[in-house]
């Protein structure tokens, strides 16, 4: 199948094909560095107030198996999750339904404030590591887009050239406000490197159309 040539991507010469592989590697390290420094010197500063507490919160209940839910607001919570999983964290136990008691349908609501993205995403990775959750998370973050470079470089030397993907690269590894982003406590910090990873899968199935 071939894309009419109205919707063709332009592309540049095969002589742009090359990958300067150490160059990527410093990039992604200085990348890294910088989203590493600014997660540490900000340190939630210009966060939305109780953003991130309701986000761990709703991570929390879906490990404990409450499903999607916060608790009302008429009434004492049924449990404490974040309190209860610090508590859990210093003694090397992870939270699990089994340290919880039934839910109450009667105190818990579906939590509909904010999608369940992040939220899902935060579970997962207490699943995998447990507390301190925003450590690890801000960490995955940081790493996933600082790997975002090399496909802001790619694209870059998919239509212009190596010179401008490597430009657009460092600009990218660079830019203190998509560094702040990345390692924040909201949803927003997953855009950037989504954004770009779905820019590059389109521009790559345009070429293979």
Do not use: N
């Not at 939220?119 to 887009?145: H, K, M, S, T």
């Not at 989504?194 to 159309?209: E, H, N």
């Amino acid at each position: 199948m071939h894309l009419p040539e109205r919707m063709a991507v332009p592309r540049v010469s095969a002589r742009s094909e090359r990958l300067p592989r150490r160059a990527l590697a410093l990039i992604c390290a200085t990348a890294l560095a910088v989203r590493a420094v600014i997660g540490f010197w900000a340190a939630g500063r210009g966060e939305m107030e109780g953003l991130s507490w309701r986000y761990h919160q709703d991570a929390l209940a879906m490990v404990a198996g409450y499903g999607i839910s916060r608790p009302i607001e008429t009434a004492p919570p049924q449990v404490r999750f974040i309190a209860l999983a610090e508590s859990l964290a210093a003694r090397g136990v992870r939270l699990s339904p089994a340290h919880v008691p039934a839910k109450d349908p009667t105190r818990w609501r579906p939590s509909s404030l904010h999608p369940p993205g992040y939220a899902i995403y935060l579970a997962l990775v207490y699943r995998l590591f447990g507390e301190p959750l925003f450590f690890w998370a801000r960490a995955i973050q940081a790493l996933l887009d600082a790997l975002a470079c090399v496909l802001v470089f790619r694209l870059g030397r998919r239509f212009v050239g190596v010179r401008a993907g490597l430009v657009a690269a460092w600009g990218y590894a660079l830019f203190l406000p998509v560094a702040y982003l990345a390692t924040s406590r909201v949803a927003d910090s997953l855009i950037p490197a989504l954004v770009i990873a779905t820019f590059a899968l389109l521009v790559r199935a345009l070429d293979g159309a």
